[in-house]
């Protein structure tokens, strides 16, 4: 009873132009307020999410292991425009899938490995002599 009591109130100030001065921008600035929370709690993080996708999908090379959306598990063989065609299971079946459709990529294929210039050097081999319970 009490909120309804000032509720009449308020609004029988409102009629007599006697309200508080700063309260006509209140509901502006709440509104601007809720609209900036719901850019960046929503739109932002799901743009975000939209470009991680898309750049993972342009990325995609021939030997990646991928999933699709269909839950189609397999390895890229041949990449054309929009259409990828995918090796699947040991019968070596061929499917071709648009980009759109490729949920994950599993496995990512270098295209070239991580090998230092000179080569990996040996190090810490004994020889056979150097090991008297193999002689």
Do not use: C
């Not at 000032?6 to 006509?24: F, I, K, N, V």
């Not at 999908?57 to 063989?77: K, P, Q």
């Not at 294929?109 to 190090?123: E, F, L, R, S």
């Amino acid at each position: 009873m009490d909120y309804f009591a000032y509720m009449l109130d308020d609004a029988a100030a409102a009629a007599d132009g006697t309200a508080a001065a700063g309260s006509w921008w209140t509901m502006p600035l709440m509104l601007a307020v809720f609209v900036g929370a719901m850019y960046f709690f929503m739109i932002r993080p799901q743009k975000k999410q939209e470009k991680q996708i898309a750049d993972m999908r342009n990325s995609l090379t021939i030997g990646d292991e991928i999933t699709t959306n269909g839950g189609i598990i397999g390895r890229i063989v041949h990449i054309k425009d929009d259409i990828v065609t995918v090796e699947t299971g040991a019968d070596r079946v061929k499917i071709k899938v648009r980009k759109w459709a490729i949920a994950t990529v599993d496995k990512k294929i270098d295209a070239k490995p991580n090998v230092p210039k000179g080569g990996y050097k040996v190090t810490g081999v004994k020889k056979a002599e150097d090991k008297p319970e193999l002689k």
